[in-house]
């Protein structure tokens, strides 16, 4: 089973303020890593797949980069609504599995 | 509009078993992979099993043999049937659908299991 590792497990930022957030996996997933946003009382939503590219909808201030076991996301600039959760998610092989997620809080 | 909504969640006791549904609108459902995740307070995301259009299966070691996922095509449906349930099986369960090339979207609002005497 591949080990993703999300770091830092919280970052608190003021609005405006760029976002960097790091998911690690245990061994390559080559670029088959998707990220999601959750806000609370939703459902996660796609953000990022395949590493680097932007679901439909998604804002161009998200950028995802990496491959093989780094990984990161990036908001340029965190708008009052990106404050959430975010789980970083592979698909290389079987199981499936899921980061432990990072906490975006306002400073 | 793609829609996915669950059913099905409750309360049940250690043991028992209990059939989540997932029924979907807006989209061809019997073109796409679908999955079912939960969430719970102690591990997060977990993903819990997935099938692909010719109805092959998938399961982590967690759920193997105890959680079957199905689908019903003619009805737009998804089905996780939970059998022999644990404590630690309670949360929200959410069904997705695989969205090609890589990533679940969208994925319903959830239906709680909660399993408890």
């Known amino acids: 089973e591949i080990v993703l590792t999300q770091s830092p497990a919280t970052l608190s930022l003021s609005p405006g303020e760029r976002a960097t957030l790091s998911c690690r996996a245990s061994q390559s997933v080559r670029s088959y890593l998707a990220w999601y946003q959750q806000r609370p009382g939703q459902a996660p939503r796609l953000l990022i797949y395949d590493a680097s590219n932007r679901a439909t909808g998604i804002p161009d201030r998200f950028s995802g980069s990496g491959s093989g076991t780094d990984f990161t996301l990036t908001i340029s600039s965190l708008e009052p609504e990106d404050f959430a959760v975010y789980y970083c998610q592979h698909r290389r092989s079987w199981p499936l599995t899921f980061g432990q997620g990072t906490k975006v809080e306002i400073k | 509009e793609v829609q996915l909504v669950e059913s099905g969640g409750g309360l049940v006791q250690p043991g028992g078993s209990l059939r989540l549904s997932c029924a979907a609108s807006?989209?061809?459902?019997?073109?796409?992979?679908m999955h079912w995740v939960r969430q719970t307070t102690g591990k997060g995301l977990e993903w819990v099993s997935g099938i692909s259009t010719d109805g092959d299966t998938y399961y982590p070691d967690s759920v193997k043999g105890r959680f079957t996922i199905s689908r019903e095509n003619a009805k737009n449906s998804l089905y996780l049937q939970m059998n022999s349930l644990r404590a630690e099986d309670t949360g929200v369960y959410f069904c997705a659908r695989d969205e090609p090339p890589g990533g679940f979207n969208p994925w319903g609002r959830g239906t709680l299991v909660t399993v408890s005497s």
């Open positions: 807006g989209f061809t459902f019997s073109t796409y992979e």
